[in-house]
């Protein structure tokens, strides 16, 4: 299978746990720069297809492009660490030992005086995009849970990733905060263009934040 530069695309896929398969024959492709929503309920497979997209598990059939690149496939295995990925997890997951800036940065060369330069460069821009300029010392424990999911929105895109992973990450706000950090995260990968797959069992949440909503439903997507 060949796919597009850019974007994602699984072809036939089967993944599962001790040998059952939880997704089966299942086919998904995201055009480059677009938002796509994965909905079902608890246990459905959404994140466990989350899960072979990022590396975490090893299909037992199937293929899976990131980016117009092969990552997983026949004779093809691409570790999580090699896939141009970003994740962004439910509650942010930031490191709790490192201030903002090493979370942001975290992975991003540092070791001679320029690659340092560069990367407190970097950081400084990503944090401008998520409106936390100047947060760079401040702790994780320091920030409300808006913030904390910010913080790891602009980890995420450090890289400057082909795709971003997006696993419920709304789900432990209030509604109201969790609808306007919705919005501003769907500005933000606009603005830089990056495909991104959201998780969710909330289906007005998929559709407001997503171009296109998927169904996970008998082992596939509708």
Known sequence: MTGEAGGVRVGDLMVGYGGQPV???LELFVPPGEIAAIRGSSGSGKTT???ALAGFLRPQRGTIELGGQ???GPGVWMPTE???I???PQEGALFPHL???GNVGFGLPRRTRGERRATAERVAYLLALVDLPGSERLRPHELSGGMQQRVAVARALAREPSCILLD????ALDADLRRELREQVRRLLKKVGTTAI???HDEAEAREFADRVHRMSGRQLD
């Open 23 to 25: 997704l089966e024959n």
């Open 49 to 51: 297809l989350l899960r």
């Open 70 to 72: 092969l990552v997983s």
């Open 82 to 84: 090699r896939r141009n």
């Open 86 to 88: 970003g994740l962004v």
């Open 99 to 101: 201030d903002v800036a």
């Open 168 to 171: 419920e990450p709304f789900s």
């Open 198 to 200: 959201l998780v969710t």
